[in-house]
């Protein structure tokens, strides 16, 4: 009888201990909770690709698999701009012209005044459109931005983007958008992050973490 217990007990042990690479949490792996993946967006507001990839590739990924909770979403609203002086003032160009520079320092302004899924959120209903969405989507959304509104009346342009373009000169980027997951950038993979997100995210936070999240397992 004591031999038939232990290796019941045993046969319990073998199901309920984890196994790593299959979805289940090795030993000293962080719960997908507690374990969130980099991923900064440098992109465009009047950008057509910009505005296709976070509509029809990141928004998707973001909320088809439930990836909101392990992910540290950072927007950077810049691209290709730059700063230059004009008679001791600091000033911004962009590479869609001033009405991108507009809308660039909006978005921006928008991230820093909401919470970041619903800045997320505004930004991609006000991407469906070339002009100034806000009013029609913040409206639609039940949103307050008024704070979004004195951010942006407050300041120049230039102000408000300085710390997105710091970050985003950095890179020297040479397309828009471009994604970096952990601060890595590839600059020559930036094709297939684009095209193939959702698997770059999954090998990246495996990487990280040492865990599939439960969607990767179709993707991987």
């Known amino acids: 009888m004591n031999k038939i217990f232990g290796v019941l007990c045993a046969l319990c042990l073998l199901l309920i201990l984890p196994t790593s690479g299959n979805g289940q949490y090795p030993e000293n792996a962080q719960s997908p909770e507690n374990s969130k993946l980099l991923v900064?967006?440098?992109?465009?507001?009047?950008?057509?690709?910009?505005?296709?990839?976070i509509r029809r590739r990141l928004y998707d990924a973001l909320n088809d698999n439930n990836w909101w909770s392990v992910t540290d979403l950072k927007l950077y609203p810049f691209g290709k701009a730059g700063f230059?002086?004009?008679?001791?003032?600091?000033?911004?160009?962009?590479?869609h012209g001033?009405?991108?520079?507009?809308?660039n320092a909006l978005h921006a302004c928008i991230i820093e005044t909401l919470d970041i899924q619903k800045a997320f959120d505004l930004i991609y209903c006000m991407l469906r459109s070339y002009s100034n969405e806000l009013d029609k989507c913040s409206r639609?959304?039940?949103?307050?931005?008024?704070?979004?509104?004195e951010c942006k009346s407050s300041r120049t342009n230039a102000e408000i983007l300085e710390p997105y373009g710091r970050e985003t000169l950095k890179l020297e980027l040479s397309f828009v958008p471009s994604i970096v997951f952990e601060n890595n950038f590839q600059p020559y993979g930036q094709r297939s992050i684009r095209n193939n997100f959702e698997r770059h995210f999954c090998q990246e936070y495996k990487k990280?973490?040492?865990?599939?999240?439960?969607?990767?397992?179709?993707?991987?």
């Not at 230059?84 to 590479?95: A, E, L, R």
């Not at 639609?140 to 509104?149: F, I, N, P, Q, T």
């Open 40 to 53: 900064a967006i440098h992109y465009e507001a009047l950008c057509p690709d910009s505005m296709n990839f």
């Open 84 to 95: 230059y002086n004009s008679s001791g003032k600091t000033q911004v160009y962009c590479q």
């Open 98 to 103: 001033e009405d991108e520079c507009e809308l």
């Open 140 to 149: 639609s959304m039940g949103l307050d931005v008024s704070k979004a509104r």
């Open 208 to 220: 990280k973490f040492n865990i599939t999240l439960p969607t990767c397992s179709a993707i991987l």
